[in-house]
């Protein structure tokens, strides 16, 4: 990425006037002289072990880099792992009204954004850019923690509270795919997934996400640019921030998969695919290679913990692949879920 393409990477958080995000939007895709004829798009959903720390990014942008080589990619990400619940830690903690412990832990989840740029060692202008997002992010944190206001903590608050991890590593991860020649901005789920008021574990509104979401996301992927949502986040009608419950983030991965007509979701996590039951309990577990979405939807709503029960519903619609693939050994071949072709659990 050269440094005009840094300068214009995009920033569509809630918190910017809107003439500011199209006009970020408008100077990055002027930016692509030569735009990519549509090809089937594929949907890469990272989770949280994939992104802890540099170089763990690092290793999870080459899996980006070798998909962008025949497709357009569109990658949505968790926040690290654990940052979700110290971030509601924080939340707990105001609640009983002991804000400078809350206050203590958001500067530290901050720090431990801003050392994962540090160890990612960007070149230095483009160091600059991201560590002054980063900085923005953190005083609004900082900011929902005070030291001695009091804070009303209700659900919105917590949604408000729990959406900064995946704030965060969205402009890290676009960062890192910058610094390997991959060009990706960040993006903001909450620009466009519309959902209702049921804060902590709100539902989407599939036809108006999806008209939102085809503005914001196909101009990008038209011109060559990998787009880095936001999983788990959503908003209102009225633009408050939302979250779509907790381990949500494959569920956005499929909703979003959804709208830019993805043909294959992968969801890359810390395990092989799908196993007959939890094979660090049971040795008799058996990874499982090929299931329908039946199949895969009644083991996540018995309580498989790799797939969240809500995404083969969304995929079995528009008859999307879904794989389930192992970030730190992506040679094996995981558990493809889709139509049935070689008898599934049999």
């Not at 979701?265 to 660090?280: E, F, K, M, R, S």
């Not at 969304?314 to 008859?319: D, I, K, M, N, Y």
């Amino acid at each position: 990425m050269n440094p005009e393409q840094q300068e214009a990477s995009l920033s569509s958080e809630p918190d910017l006037p809107p003439e500011e995000r199209r006009a970020s939007l408008e100077r990055v895709l002027a930016l692509s002289s030569e735009p990519r004829a549509q090809k089937h798009v594929i949907a890469l959903k990272f989770g949280g072990s994939s992104l802890l720390g540099a170089e763990r990014m690092i290793h999870t942008a080459r899996l980006v880099e070798t998909e962008c080589e025949t497709r357009p990619v569109t990658v949505v990400v968790s926040a690290m792992r654990g940052v979700t619940d110290r971030l509601l830690r924080v939340g707990q903690w105001l609640q009983e009204r002991r804000n400078q412990r809350a206050h203590q832990e958001a500067e530290a989840i901050a720090h431990l954004h801003q050392a994962t740029l540090n160890d990612l060692q960007l070149p230095p202008q483009e160091h600059e850019r991201v560590s002054e997002e980063l900085a923005l992010l953190t005083r609004d944190l900082l900011h929902e923690a005070p030291l001695r206001r009091h804070v009303e903590v209700n659900d919105a608050f917590l949604d408000r509270l729990a959406s900064f991890g995946e704030r965060y590593v969205s402009r890290l991860f676009a960062a890192v795919l910058g610094k390997i020649g991959v060009t990706a901005v960040p993006v903001a789920s909450s620009d466009f997934v519309v959902t209702c008021d049921t804060f902590r574990d709100a539902q989407p509104h599939l036809e108006h996400t999806r008209r939102r979401g085809r503005e914001v996301l196909l101009p990008l992927l038209e011109a060559g640019i990998v787009p880095v949502v936001t999983g788990f986040i959503g908003a209102t009608q009225d633009g408050r921030i939302t979250t779509l419950g907790r381990n949500s983030s494959d569920f956005s991965g499929a909703l979003i998969a959804h709208v830019v007509d993805a043909e294959e979701l992968v969801i890359w996590t810390d395990v092989d695919g799908i196993y007959t039951a939890n094979p660090h309990e049971t040795p008799e577990a058996k990874l499982l290679h090929e299931l329908s979405y039946d199949e895969a939807h009644a083991l996540a709503a018995s309580g498989a913990k790799v797939l969240h029960p809500r995404v083969l519903p969304l995929a079995a619609r528009t008859e999307m692949t879904v794989w389930v693939k192992n970030t730190f050994k992506p040679y094996t071949r995981g558990t493809r879920i889709g139509l049935q072709q070689n008898g599934g659990l049999a």
